[in-house]
Every structure is written in structure tokens, then in C-alpha cells.
């Protein structure tokens, strides 16, 4: 089974979500979903029809996003480099798609990172967000999620978050 939804192209919490699958799951899916909900939203669907049209439609939209978050990636990426590599202090990825960069921070200092962020004003998303249930088992992982702000304001919360996680990595490896 796979599953699909329009929800970040067009507009977040108004997307259409869809599904592929065999004629045995679909059909399952079919027979529990009718008694959960009276119908789709045949309007939205429409307007979503008539906005991305088809395939390339969808391409062309998509070419769009990446020219408008682009620059934000790769000003996370220029700022984790300069302030990060080889230091030890984290390790992160380098998406090639999607809406988010994932940050390891070193083991049992995620919580602390984001703490700190938030005491100086910025704010991250939960720690373990993306673990079932929030809970990361060795409290390292941070979704960055820089689509939302200018790059301005991304650029300062960036210094932000890397005084933070290089203040939380030093006290770690003080001698208490």
C-alpha cells in the first residue's frame, strides 16, 4: 500500500490525500472508511484538478518549491559546515527533497539543545519528533525545519541553535 497526499504542495491541513494498492486492500480500505466519514471533499478535490492539472503540472509546482527553499537549504547546510564539521559535535543530513534536515546532535543532548534554544528565543521542534511516540532511546535527533522563515531570520536563529549545540557538547565533555 502507498499513500500520498498534496498537503505540502498546495496548502498545509488542506491537501488531498490519496492511496495505491492492491484490489484486496483497496477494497478494505473502501469498506472501513465508509463508515467513518460521509464523503471526500469534492470541491477541494476540484480545485486541486483544476490548479495542478496533471502530471507535469505537479513537476512544474514542485520546481517552484525548490526555487523558493533552495537557498534556505543550503544556508543550513553553508552554517552546520562552518560551524560544525569535524568537530564532532553532530552530524546532519543533506536532503536531496522534503521539508526538513535531520540534526544528530551527540547521545542525551537533544533535549538540552532545544532548552537552550528556546531560553534564547528560538524555537525547535520537539526533541525525538521524529521517533514513535517522541521517544528518541538515546535523545540525539532534531528536525530542522527551515521552510517557514526569511532567510534572515533562518540565518539568526541558525547562530542560535549553533551556539547551542556547541555550549551543550563542550559542558558534556567537561570533567565534573
Known amino acids: 500500500v502507498l499513500f500520498g497526499s498534496t498537503s505540502k504542495i498546495t496548502r498545509a491541513g488542506a491537501g488531498i490525500s490519496f492511496l495505491a494498492g492492491s484490489a484486496i486492500n483497496l477494497d478494505n480500505f473502501r469498506n472501513r472508511l465508509r463508515v467513518m466519514t460521509i464523503g471526500p471533499d469534492k470541491i477541494n478535490q476540484l480545485r486541486h484538478v483544476q490548479f495542478l492539472r496533471d502530471l507535469d503540472g505537479i513537476r512544474a509546482h514542485m520546481r517552484k518549491h525548490a526555487a523558493i527553499l533552495r537557498p534556505k537549504f543550503d544556508l543550513v547546510q553553508e552554517r552546520l559546515s562552518n560551524a560544525l564539521a569535524g568537530t564532532g559535535m553532530g552530524s546532519w543530513t543533506t536532503p536531496r527533497g522534503g521539508y526538513f534536515v535531520s540534526f544528530d546532535a ?11 534554544a528556546g531560553e534564547a528565543g528560538v524555537k525547535l521542534t520537539p526533541a525525538g519528533a521524529t521517533f514513535p511516540y517522541r521517544r528518541d532511546p538515546n535523545d540525539t535527533n532534531i528536525r530542522l525545519a527551515p521552510t517557514f522563515p526569511n532567510l534572515a531570520d533562518l540565518d539568526q536563529a541558525l547562530q542560535v541553535f549553533l551556539v547551542c549545540v556547541q555550549l551543550a557538547s563542550i559542558r558534556q565533555r567537561l570533567p565534573r
Do not use: D, F
Not at 106 to 116: C, D, N, Q, V
Open 106 to 116: 551527540l547521545p542525551g543532548l537533544a533535549s538540552r539543545i532545544i532548552r537552550l
